[in-house]
């Protein structure tokens, strides 16, 4: 007796959703560089591909591979998050009115400001961190887009998918949210209502510093999401085969990573919690967190809390902590000091160095994403970069 049931993500992940190559065997896919696709005897295209902006058998397999473990109906690999991001944003139209998170990945508050701007549709936000924030500015006005992000950076406020989903509808608004932080295997937002999925894939799930890349899932594939899914067509913003080839191998291994990072983010957080000289460990995995009860409602945290978190530096005034966490950031050994995160290496960056004036930021604070080096070498590794930048101050 055969027991059909779903794989489980890790299952599917490790096969690259059952990969064989149908031509040799192969259980890893070839490269497939072609950017046209000849017609047939009867002047057909024998496997419905036609030029290679935006068809391509590898972009199918990512996106299959992505649809399956959001329980998405379609998705669409792109250049990178911000392509993704630039897809859903040129289907706006004027006049209409946009609601967004005012935490959220740095730049793209000010980008969608210009285009709404130069566009004609309205910008608003609210404070993801205010329960109550959302279902005030939504009002009793239509919406067309509920814009978030969840855990959002550098201070990881969880959103409440399912009260916001609710929230949205009710506004006859469709919600987007960037889940890039906690990947398909921590949440999957679709199943508690929300309508498209981003991801900037350049992070966890290619996982090793080696792609740009970003893809969208769509909880249905119906007019709205055909209009996005098509701007890739249109606007050209396609990933490069190799990147796709490249992508498909670091998601093989997405489940095994996330959850050392996760314990190293863990263990981290909890070393520093009550250390007289942080003002505040930021991570979703602490009872202290203000999303700490969202996350444990809505996420898969067998898996974990996600592998980041923020420390804010006390070391006498803002001006003195602002400068202790920078010269922190430049004392590790092992965190590298640089932006982005999800990768294998754990990385340290100074956010205000990076957002500049116009940034909201503290100056204190330092964002950490943990790789999956050793949990007692990333712990030591800050211990003495903290205790080196407070005695060079
Ligand atoms: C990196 C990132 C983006 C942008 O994605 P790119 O792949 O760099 O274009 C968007 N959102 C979040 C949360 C990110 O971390």
Not at 48 to 75: S, V
Not at 244 to 254: N, P
């Amino acid at each position: 007796m055969t027991d059909h049931h779903p794989d489980k993500p890790a299952t599917l992940l490790a096969s690259a959703a059952h990969f064989r190559d149908a031509a040799t065997g192969g259980i890893v896919p070839p490269l497939y560089a072609s950017t046209t696709y000849a017609r047939d005897a009867n002047y057909e295209l024998p496997h419905d591909r036609l030029y290679g902006r935006d068809d391509n058998p590898l972009f199918e397999q990512a996106e299959n591979i992505l649809c399956q473990l959001e329980g998405g109906a379609d998705a669409a690999l792109f250049a990178s998050g911000l392509a993704a991001m630039t897809a859903v944003a040129a289907t706006l139209q004027p006049g209409e009115r946009v609601v967004l998170s005012k935490q959220c990945y740095f730049g793209v508050r000010h980008w969608l400001g210009s285009e709404a701007a130069r566009v004609g549709f309205e910008l608003v936000l609210f404070d993801a961190g205010d329960p109550g924030a959302l279902e005030k500015v939504l009002g009793n006005d239509p919406a067309r887009l509920v814009w978030c992000e969840s855990p959002a950076n550098p201070t990881w406020e969880v959103t409440d998918l399912e009260a916001a989903a609710t929230l949205a509808h009710a506004a006859g608004a469709r919600i987007i949210v960037d889940a890039t932080v906690m990947t398909p295997l921590l949440c999957n937002p679709i199943a508690l209502g929300v309508d498209y999925v981003m991801h900037s894939a350049t992070k966890y799930l290619n996982g090793h510093a080696d792609v740009v890349a970003g893809a969208l899932i769509a909880a249905r594939d119906d007019a709205d999401w055909q209009a996005i899914r098509g701007m890739r067509y249109r606007t050209g913003g396609i990933l490069g085969p190799f990147e796709a080839w490249l992508l498909i191998r670091g998601m093989r291994t997405l489940d095994v990573r996330l959850r050392r990072s996760c314990a190293n983010a863990m263990a981290i957080a909890r070393h520093f919690e009550g250390n007289p000289n942080i003002r505040e460990v930021m991570y979703p995995g602490l009872e202290s967190h203000a999303g700490y009860e969202i996350a444990t409602r809505q996420w898969n945290t067998g898996i974990g809390y996600t592998g980041m978190l923020s420390l804010r530096i006390a070391a006498g005034s803002d001006e003195e902590s602002a400068a202790v966490a920078k010269r922190m950031a430049t004392r590790t050994r092992l965190f590298a000091p640089a932006t982005s995160l999800g990768g294998v290496e754990s990385l340290i960056e100074h956010r205000k160095t990076i957002e500049g004036a116009g940034g909201e930021v503290p100056g204190d604070l330092l964002r950490l994403s943990a790789g999956i080096e050793d949990a007692d070498d990333l712990i030591a590794d800050l211990d003495q970069a903290l205790a080196g930048a407070l005695a060079a101050g």
